[in-house]
């Protein structure tokens, strides 16, 4: 069974498996010891930390390891904006960090901190110049990752950290997605990662922080990890992160390679196979693995179970599979269509057989799942006496943009269709649809039967 889900978490590597069963016998005893199990247990945390920091790199002390990747950027947002809390209190994020960031601004700001999101364009990436406007003399901290988890798109980190030196600005980046594939480009202060996305085993991440950082670690601390991630060392799984980190990097370059060309080949060929759909995230500047498309007309939630029925594991930043039934905040930041959305990440040695057989079993699952819904087909609907209004409250993605698809075969050139809807995703599916149609859409008000009101003009 194709498993194309290795943005969420990569198969274990072979490496690691070998250097953690290994380490489960040589690496049990506590590194802080001075006798022989301990200096031996110390001889393999020294040389994981090196190997990591070689290839994070930064100088093995400026590098510690923590429980999980989001312990390490909570750790480290927390520790910078403490160490320089006299400068000022603003947290400067783009605003499709992953969730991890987010949740430790809503904390900052909790505490009475603020938090500026800078936006970003339909590509998903931040333009450096509006993120240097962000910054000001009172900002303590800047976050921005080096590559987004759900759509690919890498970050201009280069552009952004010069930015970030000249306002004398920390800049910690999240490196979760990238890192295995290369080197994060120089300028940033402090950097995060977690070992389950490079195919080392869940549960270990880690932090660096460059001399000279200004970081005063909160909470509780002891003598592990310089006091910045307190707690006994998981040596076996550090010494397995670290082992395979370093081989997925040797074989990063070939499989880099090997990968894009898949990835070409869906983004190519999906648009072609299936109609109504939007392919997003930046064509060029992306992660080699990894392409998310957004199917109009379809339940998000039903088409991921389709799919795996089929044999394919992938993911969604869709609302229809959210229990909150918000659209993904990097869809909603992007603009794009966010109703049936699918992210495919391959993982290393992926065929391109794989890839061809999920390409002949797509475009089947969506037509499936259209039929299901009640998608519009060629004919319009009866044009209705009076104005032409959508009750699609109460109904769920992606209902409300089916429904206007039907009843918009009988609106006159010039005329508007009103859609009421209480779906959070209406806010992007419509204007979205309006789009991918060529139509006007004219804006949003609210809507005196509840919810929200969304005007759209036929202009063609």
Not at 164 to 186: F, H, I, K, N
Not at 335 to 343: A, D, K, P
Request: proline letters at 8%.
């Amino acid at each position: 069974m194709p498993y194309f889900d290795t943005a969420s978490a990569a198969p274990l590597h072979p490496v690691a498996r070998q250097a953690l069963l290994a380490s489960l016998d040589e690496g049990w005893a506590d590194p802080a010891r001075l006798h022989r199990e301990g200096r031996r247990a110390r001889m393999l945390l020294d040389a994981a930390r090196e190997a990591a920091a070689e290839a994070v790199g930064c100088r093995p002390d400026e590098l510690v390891f923590t429980p999980s990747g989001t312990r390490a950027v909570h750790a480290g947002i927390s520790g910078a904006l403490a160490g320089r809390r006299r400068v000022g209190d603003r947290l400067v994020v783009s605003a499709v960090e992953h969730s991890c960031v987010l949740h430790a601004g809503e904390a900052h700001t909790a505490a009475g901190g603020s938090v500026t999101e800078v936006p970003v364009g339909r590509s998903g990436a931040v333009e450096p110049e509006v993120f240097a406007a962000a910054l000001d003399a009172r900002t303590a901290l800047a976050c921005l990752q080096s590559a987004n988890h759900e759509v690919g798109t890498e970050q201009p980190v280069a552009e952004v950290a010069a930015a970030c030196r000249a306002a004398g600005v920390p800049l910690l980046v999240d490196a979760a997605q990238s890192l295995g594939w290369g080197l994060v480009p120089e300028g940033w202060s402090l950097l995060a990662a977690s070992a389950h996305k490079w195919g080392g085993p869940p549960g270990v991440g880690l932090l660096a922080v460059r001399k000279g950082v200004r970081f005063a670690p909160q909470g509780p601390a002891d003598e592990r990890e310089s006091g910045r991630a307190p707690g006994f060392e998981n040596l076996p799984a550090i010494v397995a992160a670290a082992a395979s980190l370093r081989a997925v990097r040797a074989e990063a370059a070939a499989e880099a390679a090997r990968l894009r060309a898949l990835v070409d080949r869906i983004r190519a060929r999906v648009p072609e196979l299936v109609p109504d759909v939007e392919v997003v995230g930046d064509p060029v500047r992306r992660l080699p693995h990894l392409v998310t498309f957004s199917c109009l007309y379809v339940d998000g939630e039903t088409l991921l179970h389709e799919l795996d029925r089929e044999g394919f594991s992938v993911s969604s930043g869709s609302s229809c599979t959210s229990s909150t039934l918000t659209p993904s905040h990097v869809l909603r930041a992007m603009g794009v269509l966010s109703e049936g959305n699918v992210r495919v990440s391959l993982p290393p040695g992926t065929s391109g057989e794989d890839v061809d057989r999920f390409l002949a079993v797509l475009p089947g699952v969506v037509a499936s799942v259209r039929d299901r819904l009640g998608a519009p087909g060629a004919g319009a609907a009866p044009a209705p006496a009076g104005p032409l209004v959508v009750d699609a409250l109460g109904k769920r993605c992606p209902i409300p943009v089916i429904e206007l698809a039907k009843m918009f075969g009988s609106v006159p050139v010039g005329g508007t269709v009103t859609v009421l809807s209480d779906d959070e995703a209406a806010r992007l599916d419509i204007p979205a649809w309006c789009e991918m149609r060529g139509q006007e859409y004219v804006g949003e008000e609210p809507s005196p039967k509840g919810g929200t009101a969304y005007v759209v003009r036929r202009v063609s």
